[in-house]
């Protein structure tokens, strides 16, 4: 072979990687994020809809983790979080710019794994907890940016995984540091935290059909809110007053003939007045099982 074919393949084996576009989906990037998004997808629906997930009781290692200040993000779950992260790993494994792919897989995998350890070190020196389902997705970004290293192009491979490195790391600490700030109460005002116990409680109420009515502007019904904390979101609170003091009741207030605000409706039961919680527990049939040892 002469010495110009051997330059032209050569050259053609530096190519810049921009140049290179994909022969087909990254199959293991999809199953992995495929993975990803049955698990954040099965904990987002958990937390929308108040279930209790498997292996997951009250007091566990779990529930201490999922209960805790750490579990949203900018007053979103971090779950949710989880989900879109892992929907746009496998979106990304569709694109057919080799260079473009590799590139937006690579620092989204950085990001997320580097905010999945934070909050892996924080279960486990701060709250002294573990919980399964963070530490299986944990895995499973780590294995998503040890796969996109492995696949990065080449021959600038580390040359080029250094200098984004530099670019993203600093970006990366600083907000981590600034998240655990607040988290930690030290800059503005950290995330509210539900106690597990008062939380349980929300969502049996919930899954056990039971109702409570009121009025955004009625403050007995802001008093029996703020007994649940961080919780009251997760009540079985409907609105009957959508438009301000004043104002005709909703459809279906009217016709549960609802005149009294606080009125809960527990097992065909109506109370029309503030109850505290142990009165809410023993009208449901609540008990708090032990957490496992």
Not at 170 to 180: N, R, S
Not at 230 to 251: K, N, V
Not at 266 to 289: C, H, M, P, T, W
Request: charged share 15%; glycine share 8%.
């Amino acid at each position: 072979m002469g010495r110009e074919s051997r330059g032209k393949r050569e050259a053609r084996v530096h190519a810049p990687v921009a140049t290179v576009a994909a022969a087909s989906p990254n199959w293991p990037l999809l199953a992995l994020s495929g993975a990803g998004l049955v698990l954040t997808a099965y904990l987002t629906h958990a937390d929308h809809t108040g279930s209790t997930l498997k292996g997951c009781s009250i007091g566990s290692s779990c529930d201490i983790v999922l209960s805790s200040r750490w579990a949203t993000l900018l007053g979103v779950p971090t779950a949710a979080w989880g989900l879109l992260v892992y929907a746009a790993l496998g979106a990304a494994a569709f694109l057919r710019h080799a260079a473009t792919r590799w590139r937006l897989t690579w620092m989204t995998a950085v990001v997320a794994v580097a905010y999945s350890a934070y909050l892996a070190t924080v279960s486990l020196t701060v709250l002294h907890a573990a919980c399964p389902y963070c530490l299986t997705s944990l895995a499973l970004l780590t294995a998503i940016l040890l796969l996109t290293t492995w696949q990065g192009p080449r021959p600038s491979t580390g040359l080029l995984r250094m200098r984004e490195l530099r670019l993203l790391l600093p970006g990366v600490a600083a907000v981590l540091i600034g998240l655990h700030l607040n988290y930690t109460g030290r800059l503005g005002n950290p995330p509210a935290v539900e106690e597990a116990t008062t939380r349980a409680l929300a969502l049996h109420l919930a899954a056990s059909g039971a109702k409570m009515y009121g009025a955004s502007w009625c403050p007995h019904c802001q008093e029996q809110k703020t007994l649940f904390g961080a919780s009251a979101s997760r009540l079985p609170y409907i609105e009957c007053s959508t438009r301000g003091p004043g104002s005709p009741q909703t459809a279906e207030c009217r016709n549960a003939r609802i005149t009294i605000y606080p009125t809960w409706v527990i097992d065909g039961v109506r109370r029309e007045e503030v109850l505290s919680l142990q009165e809410l527990a023993a009208a449901s049939g609540f008990a708090v099982k032990p957490p496992p040892r």
